[in-house]
């Protein structure tokens, strides 16, 4: 994946943005202590899923004993079939549709519904035209650390010599200052980041950390503050 | 009702209340309705690389498989560590007095978050005492686990100035870029090609 972003002096490059994986240190063996992997399966499609048994039965009762005598869940054809390749799609009484309205059902933290609105999938703005801005603005670490949970992570890397010194000099800033950089995407700077079509939106942190001649760029995630939800005030 | 766990700072034992939030919590939520062209209700399938099967959510299973592709039982399966060497299993961090270390502000920041929890005072008690050491804001660490297993999380506790929060990640696998290591952009080159190039059998 490629990011394009802009440095203190309002130059910008296409450098690659990598996630970050977290640490493992346990993995499963077999008896012999030969690796083992983990497949997808097809358990039941949906013809031979709960709801398309119960309709076709329409008793729990009579279900249970169909389950006993006929296994009626079991496609012997393609039970276990190794799934590869998936893609999502809707599906309505007519099959698959390709013309979709979706809708946005959004309530409010205690359930209650606060709006209906038509689905508008903001595109990605991490790899345009326009780079994601170097907005000059800085919070400190430790501040940002007791505001913010940082959910997901994403690393910076140069792509050659040139992107190397881009990189390092925007870590080594950051790194001086013990501060993250808010960056900020769209035309006007203002807007938060996405990193795929329709996707969430993230507030965006940079933090940088050098050692000798090596350095770390990150880009800090965020999409929740730090804080006590309403429906627990008042309890403590 | 929520767990309470046994924490211990500067020789002192307490016990707090785990109550977990997410974004939902603070700010609701979303859900996506959908409708075909004439209003009927759509719903999001998954569907196989055959192009006619189609699954609902609990239509997938995971299996655990040999180097020869054999089935294996989980429970035959035994936990090691990165030189292949067998790992004790740790026990939940629930039912055990927990000791708080100072933690760095950077060691937290490379977590990649599993959940939140906000902690509150237990029946009868309170939690001033650590509301006291995180209003300056330090952050403290111990190794959690919630029901016991393989390997523990880290659990980090931060505080906002009001309240006092339970963090729970593993550290992210960062790697310090060095000049001699380029990363490789995915892209497509142009690329000029004469017409005996295309294949049309395939057509």
Redesign the interface.
Known sequence: ??INISNQKNRDA???F?A????R???????K??????????????DH???ALIKKRKTMSALSKALIKDNPEIDIE?F??F????????????G??H???????????DGSL?ERRS?KKEPQNINTDIPLRWTGKFIK??EA???F???H?R?L?????LT?DF?YDMAKELHERNSFLIVRGGEKGDRPIVMHRGGLQYNAFL?G?I?G??????L?LS??????????SG?? | MPRSLTLSLDGEEFSVQLKKIDRNDLYGSVEIEAFDEKGNPAQLLVLAADGKTLLSKGGTALATLDAKGNSVERNTLKPVNTEGEDIETVESSFGKSNTLKLAEINDYLSQIVKSIYILEPVENGDIKFLLDHLSSGLVYSFPFSYRGGTEYDNAFIIGNKADAFMVIGKEARFQFAKLNQVAQLDSIEDEEISGDDIDFDLL
Do not use: C, W
């Open positions: 994946m490629a296409v450098v690659a990598e970050v994986m977290p640490v240190n346990v993995h499963f063996v077999d008896e202590g030969n690796a083992v992997e983990t497949r997808r399966l097809l358990k039941a499609d949906i899923d709960l709801d393609e276990g079939m799934l590869t390749d998936t893609s999502k799609v809707y599906v309505s009484k007519k698959i549709i013309l979709v309205d979706e809708v946005e059902v959004v309530s409010n933290p606060r689905r670490k430790e650390a007791h505001r949970v940082f959910t992570k690393q890397i140069h792509v050659n010599g190397f990189l933090e950390r050692k001649d090596e350095y770390l760029l990150i800090q999409n929740i503050e730090l804080k006590r939800p309403k429906e627990l309890e403590s």
